[in-house]
């Protein structure tokens, strides 16, 4: 008697289709997250490095009476680091008494570097 025998259930091309295709939706949902969040990093990393250049200048008007006249001196001085081949920063001085503008920009790392030869 086999009565309590159970035959092995066998998969048809249509649902390995269908598994592959929910497989696949999860994953472009996934790596879609995951691009987002690479996204909102840099936004939010590009934002920090402004403030930082910003609160070093102020500091600096503090406690000695001007604002730098270039970034080299926040970077010599007031220890303000950055990666120069991720980022550009733009710090345009008009005056000693006025805050300086400055600005922030991301490199692209598939951009030509002009001045390696």
């Not at 649902?15 to 994953?27: D, E, M, N, P, T």
């Amino acid at each position: 008697m086999i009565r309590f025998t159970t035959q092995p259930r066998r998969m048809t091309g249509a649902k390995y289709l269908i598994s592959i295709g929910i497989f696949c939706v999860i994953l472009f949902w996934f790596l879609g997250g995951l691009s987002s969040i690479s996204k909102t990093t840099s936004e939010q990393e590009l934002e920090s490095l402004k403030q930082a250049v910003i609160r070093s200048s102020v500091q600096c008007y503090a406690l000695e009476g001007f604002y730098p006249e270039s970034l080299e001196y926040l970077e010599d001085h007031y220890g303000l680091t950055y990666d120069d081949d991720k980022y550009v920063v733009s710090y345009e001085v008009t005056a000693s008494n006025l805050m300086p503008s400055i600005d922030v920009f991301a490199l692209n790392e598939t951009e030509v570097d002009f001045n390696e030869e």
